[in-house]
């Protein structure tokens, strides 16, 4: 699950310099996170409203970065062809996948920060680097590519204090590593050394 937060409000306005505006929502990510649903994009248009913006229409895609057809979305939201943005409540997958078909500006309400998942209620965070080599089961099942500040991958560099990371305030992810490894019975994944990391694994193709 992509995890992404709401803008500020005061950032939204501030990009967001035409009058008559389409709102759309995202019925996956954003609306498990319950900051692009129905609900939100409520809220949103009634900010909107009393910060004097026109409101043309709203709709909530089944899922923003993955759109069937766009003349489709604009069949069931003729609206949308009379506003002169789009403001869209969806990490930056789907906004990017609007914002190639629309004819008009698309505007992010949102902020994508990592790409996560949900467990038991529980909303979990920087689970995955994207790195194009997975390699995490010899990391039990932690990617410290995501969640080490360093992006360390042949352990801790020896800078973190009563188990902080030096860097900013988060725990120090290579103790949950090795706890997890102990865990497992699997100690012995320390002791190999890995390899720099081979980028053209990830490399953005430009087809």
């Known amino acids: 699950m992509i995890i992404s937060k709401q803008k500020e409000f005061d950032v939204i306005l501030r990009n967001l310099k035409e009058e008559d505006i389409f709102i759309i929502g995202c019925?996956?990510?954003?609306?498990?996170?319950?900051?692009?649903?129905?609900?939100?994009?409520?809220?949103?248009?009634?900010?909107?409203?009393?910060?004097?913006?026109n409101i043309?229409?709203?709709?909530?895609?089944?899922?923003?970065?993955?759109?069937?057809?766009?003349?489709?979305?604009?069949?069931?939201?003729?609206?949308?062809?009379?506003?002169?943005?789009?403001?869209?409540?969806?990490?930056?997958?789907?906004?990017?996948?609007?914002?190639?078909?629309?004819?008009?500006?698309?505007?992010?309400?949102?902020?994508t920060e990592s790409l996560g998942g949900t467990c038991c209620e529980e909303t979990v965070k920087d689970q995955c680097g994207m790195c194009g080599d997975c390699i995490i089961w010899m990391y039990g099942g932690i990617c410290p590519l995501s969640q080490c500040a360093k992006t360390l991958l042949n352990g801790p560099c020896g800078g973190a204090k009563d188990g902080k990371c030096e860097v900013d305030d988060r725990l120090c992810v290579w103790d949950a590593i090795f706890e997890r490894l102990k865990k497992?019975?699997?100690?012995?994944?320390?002791?190999?050394?890995?390899?720099?990391?081979?980028?053209?694994?990830?490399?953005?193709?430009?087809?």
């Open 56 to 111: 043309i229409g709203w709709t909530v895609l089944s899922s923003a970065c993955y759109i069937r057809s766009w003349e489709e979305v604009l069949t069931q939201n003729p609206a949308i062809k009379k506003a002169h943005a789009l403001l869209v409540m969806s990490c930056g997958g789907g906004i990017s996948v609007i914002s190639g078909f629309a004819d008009i500006p698309a505007y992010p309400a949102l902020d």
């Open 27 to 53: 019925g996956k990510c954003a609306k498990k996170l319950r900051v692009g649903g129905e609900p939100e994009v409520l809220q949103m248009k009634t900010k909107l409203e009393k910060a004097g913006k």
């Open 184 to 207: 497992i019975g699997k100690l012995e994944y320390l002791d190999v050394l890995r390899a720099p990391r081979d980028h053209t694994r990830n490399r953005r193709s430009n087809v």
